[in-house]
């Protein structure tokens, strides 16, 4: 069969030094109670001084040059750095989005002006971006955003409404994808344009949107004519869509995919050691998986590297993995009977799995989007 | 910036070695006969496979084999289970002359299956016993491991049949010929069940990822209300959660043989490597059988139809060399152990001990 994902590599010595030395740090923090190991936190654990410490070390900005402030690294070494942030339920969510997507869409088509305004800043992981695609009415159809670019003198007037925009109360910025040519029917994806959007700015107004467990994660954000200057128009004008798909790949197929509830299959594992939970096979399955995806996730990431095109990749990943990571949730709540002592930490982390669970396969893409990808991939539309 | 080539090894198969056996198999393919209930040992294949040094592969160059390495062996398996090939791959070389090798007696080339006989000398479902020269016993006595090479006409074969329909046959051994097998290491002993997993795996993968094309080209060429039945969501939507399955298995699968091969087998983390693969590829075979059976409709389930000579030895082999049930268990129990603060180092190493290499 064509390959959907490509051939596995093996990580080299290099590469696991780098591993030992995050995990051995972390290990540090959570012994100092720096921070409380929690599932999901890189939706809904922000910590700033956090933030600013892993950019202290190195751990930041990694694939950004070193003359933007950055570390000069490869994808690799983000991706075994990301992997043990993730595992040990770091609170990582101030930087996500500015270390994910922000900093590689920069480099890729800011100008140098934008460049040097934003990355040193996002590398030292005190300047924290958000991300507008959403609408009320464009879920995972986003070509069909109604946000309105128009022009100004000396820029642009943006006006609309963003949906889901995690951590925007907290932000300092964050692209906002906006029509800025009247749509044509015959080609939806020509006439968009991503802008960079100060969430300080006159017309801004942010109002969350409370999630089921009742945490503030999410926004909505209103723009009511804000202007954009020239200077902060992101790449082309009317290429916004090619902008926003051309990162899809990483986005897609990274360990925050898999991993979201790593720390409650940790804590079940030691349930059962401890004779907490029941002995189960469906914990070794679960484990199964998750080296699995590790691998999967880790050759994708190879590819990448590579410069090789790996957005079917990314599809099988996330879909595998966001499935996997839900069904680590359901798999322990149905090994826990209601009234049986467990214990608090084992409690709050199967609680806010469950709670979150619903989003893993619905953001950055619902897995039925991304089964089309893959059936795409697969020849078959 | 650190060279990539520093940080990740590719561990792909010999290029050539594969494009030799996609022609192999694929002439082989185009000129079988129709597909049959039961499955017998094709000795043409057999012999082109050995002039072509692959019975042998993974054998030393100075016992007369070809000096190969598992992730070439991977390759071959998988190819040759994807053809649905009727020969001993497995057993005659990666499992009985590894064991004939290990113990330091001779192979003379003869055909050879491979089995683990209970105390009283009697081997259950022993693969191609029928058909072999000699059957490799690795026999645990007292404590000990022996290793004995013992000619056909020594063994009582009573002649049974997989699921799959291949020969899977009860062999009961003289214990005078077993107690005179060569003692071997403890290790060895218990890498055999391990090796014999792995090349399970590598089988099941190969003719799960013949499976997902065998879908593919039905699902384009079949038309219902007017249009293929690869253009429905819904068959789409199958389709995709096969060929994921499929991908799984094989990253977990490649990343086991890429361990042993670069340990040779010697990596304490091969249970756990060898776990992974044998339960991502055991769950991946529910979901792959199930669904392109589905997804092919009533053809798929005649005799005459290739899907069930893939899909009955998937099923056939993922439940040896240990079941599903039992593969997940030792990892729950390693898993268990690791605890909460190792459960991560027993993922991303194999074993729950920090190491300083992966």
Known sequence: MARLVPPGARELPALTELRLEVRAFLAEQVAAGAFVPHVDTWLTRWDRDFTRELGRRGWLGMVIPQQYGGQGRTFLERFVVTEELLVVGAPVAAHWIAERQIGPSLLRYGTEEQKEAYLPGISRGEVVFGIGMSEPDSGSDLASVRTRAERVDGGWRLTGTKVW?????????????????????????????????????????????????????????????????????????????SQVTSELAHERSGPERVLSTFQLLAAAAQAMDDGRLPTDPGLGRHVARVAALHHMSFAVSTALENAEDADTAAAVVKVLGTTGEGDIADYVDTLTATGWALDEELDTLLHAAILQRPGFTLRGGTNEILRGVIARGLGMR | MADPRDLAAPTTPDPDLVAVLTDLFADYRATRATPTAVVDLDRGLWQRLEDLGLTRLTGSESAGGSGGGWVDAAALLGLAAAAAAPVPLAEHDVLGGWLLEAAGLPNDGGLRTVCRPDPSGVALNVTWARDASSVVALWEDRDQWRVADVPIDRVGVEERRNLAGEPSDTVEFDLDDLEAGIVVDHAIGEQFHLRGALARSAQVVGAMERVVDVVLAHVREREQFGRPIGRFQAVQHLVSDIACETALARAATDAAVARAAASDWTDPGMLFAVGVAKSCVGHAASVVVRGSHQALGAIGTTLEHELHTLTRPILARRSEYGSLQDWDETLTALASSAGHDRLWTLITTGRAKTQHAP
């Not at chain 1, 800025?180 to 015959?186: G, I």
């Not at chain 1, 960079?196 to 969350?208: H, M, N, Q």
């Open chain 1, 165 to 241: 925009t995690s951590g925007a109360h907290e932000a300092d910025a964050f692209f906002a994808l906006a029509r800025s040519a009247p749509l044509d029917p015959a080609h939806r994806h020509a006439g968009l344009s991503q802008f960079i959007v100060d969430l300080r700015a006159p017309g801004v107004t942010i109002r969350p949107i409370i999630s089921m467990g009742g945490d503030h994660h999410f926004n909505e954000v209103h723009l009511d004519g804000v202007l954009i200057p020239d200077d902060r128009v992101l790449g082309e004008v009317g290429e916004g869509w």
